[in-house]
């Protein structure tokens, strides 16, 4: 129980780790156009993100993948600037059911990038080998999907207080959210390692 709990707790804090944003950066996106009578949508989208980040950080801590870190630190806000601008340019659009399979396969990939940039810090914090590995990993995996869900309920309970209480209309919550992690990551982005 008490290597559960470091495990978990490790997995946890580096989701709502305050110099780690891009995590939560990443849901607060992909959640923009969402509200929690869409839960069921949004169940499914952080579920295929978990199961893809999942996927590479088990290929990636086995050693069945390996991707440079430099690429892996830049693609991970990559996939939040493009998360951000599709719903920045589909913000009050009718047909969101229609994109859903787009808005899928993204999510799901992106989960991917996102589980082996997660694989480079566990790596560094794990000891031993072979299926030692296994269970801290699912412990560590259990915390990172346990601060997700806090991140979901926070944003959503946000959006339903300003929609709700302050009229902030759906469209209007989305251009502004959407143009405020633009703001956030465009920097991160032109601060690579790639560029350098």
Known sequence: MQDFLIYFNMGL???LDIAAY????FLIALLIPY???????????????????TFALILSVFGIVSISVTLVEFLIP?????TALYHLFTAGKSGKKESISFVVLVTLFFGLIH?????????????????????????????IESAQLIVVLSVLLFA???????????????LVLSGCIIGVILPMILQSEIFK
């Open 13 to 15: 804090k580096h989701v």
């Open 22 to 25: 891009d995590h939560v950066v």
């Open 35 to 53: 509200t929690f009578k869409d839960w069921k949508r949004v169940f499914l989208l952080v579920s295929l993100f978990t199961l893809g980040h």
């Open 78 to 82: 990559i996939t939040i600037l493009i």
């Open 115 to 143: 589980g082996l940039g997660f694989s480079n810090y566990f790596n560094t914090i794990m000891v031993g080998s072979g299926m030692s590995k296994l269970v801290p990993l699912l412990e560590f995996a259990l915390g």
């Open 160 to 174: 339903y207080i300003l929609q709700t209480f302050f009229r902030f209309s759906k469209r209007d919550w989305a």
